[in-house]
């Protein structure tokens, strides 16, 4: 992939759509018996308590990863150590993401923003299983 089609990814997807495209996805999210328990223990009930903070934190990195114009600095790894998570847990949210992702943009954007969190999965899932405070042996 050339920069310029990174750069274009955000500019292709727009902010306005990003964003709805997020609370759409978190929306699916907490009607879903596995992953809702583990976000509702850690931001609180959605959409109220943790969960403006935490979409535009996600708004932040999804515009970083797409090149576009952002101030995100978080540490995507380490928010997922000590929550429990395992495979069905990734599986499933790469499922919602996908079903989302279609539902909500043109196939050229879904497919490019699918294949962004197919790519980041193995590194965002080897912190998972790993104790809070270690780092992942690679
Ligand atoms: C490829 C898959 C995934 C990606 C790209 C992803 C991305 C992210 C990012 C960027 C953050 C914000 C980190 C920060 O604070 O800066 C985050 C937080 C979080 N993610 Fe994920 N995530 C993925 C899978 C999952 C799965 C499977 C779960 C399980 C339910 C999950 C649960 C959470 C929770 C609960 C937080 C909030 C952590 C906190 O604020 O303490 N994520 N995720």
């Given amino acids: 992939m050339t920069q310029a089609h990174h750069d274009a990814l955000f500019t292709q997807i727009g902010e306005v759509r990003l964003r709805r495209?997020?609370?759409?996805?978190?929306?699916?999210?907490?009607?879903?018996?596995?992953?809702?328990?583990i976000f509702h223990a850690t931001l609180g009930p959605y959409p109220h308590a943790g969960w403006p903070v935490h979409i535009a934190r996600l708004e932040g990195f999804w515009r970083a990863v797409t090149h576009g114009p952002s101030a995100y600095r978080g540490q995507p790894g380490p928010a997922h150590q000590g929550l429990g998570l395992d495979r069905a847990h990734f599986d499933r949210w790469l499922h919602l993401w996908e079903?989302?992702?279609?539902?909500?943009l043109p196939a050229p954007e879904a497919q490019a923003l699918m294949a962004l969190a197919q790519r980041m999965r193995p590194t965002i899932e080897r912190f998972a299983q790993t104790p809070p405070g270690k780092d992942p042996t690679c």
């Fill in 21 to 37: 495209l997020l609370w759409h996805f978190y929306a699916r999210v907490m009607t879903d018996p596995l992953l809702s328990p």
């Fill in 99 to 104: 079903t989302t992702v279609t539902d909500d």
